[in-house]
């Protein structure tokens, strides 16, 4: 995985895709189900959290005032 930590954009920080940094020891990915259900994905741990409901729902019990977006590119074999 590659991840650029520079950025600090927080425009539609939360979508599903995106990466979120949560202080220094948090990297989480977003992402969704068919059933369109949220969960966020501990990328350090590889623990799964949720499901939410809404974006909404997903932002009030994980976001976090200090969370960034950033730009991560993962490959998998």
């Known amino acids: 995985m590659k991840i650029n930590y520079e950025s600090n954009s927080s425009d539609h920080m939360y979508q599903t895709g995106n990466v979120i940094r949560q202080g220094n020891d948090g990297l989480y990915l977003i992402a969704n189900n068919k059933k369109k259900e949220l969960f966020t ?37």
């Open 41 to 77: 994905i501990d990328l350090i741990n590889n623990q799964v959290y949720g499901p939410y409901t809404t974006m909404d729902d997903l932002y009030h019990c994980f976001g976090n005032a200090d969370d960034v977006l950033v730009h991560a590119e993962i490959n998998v074999l």
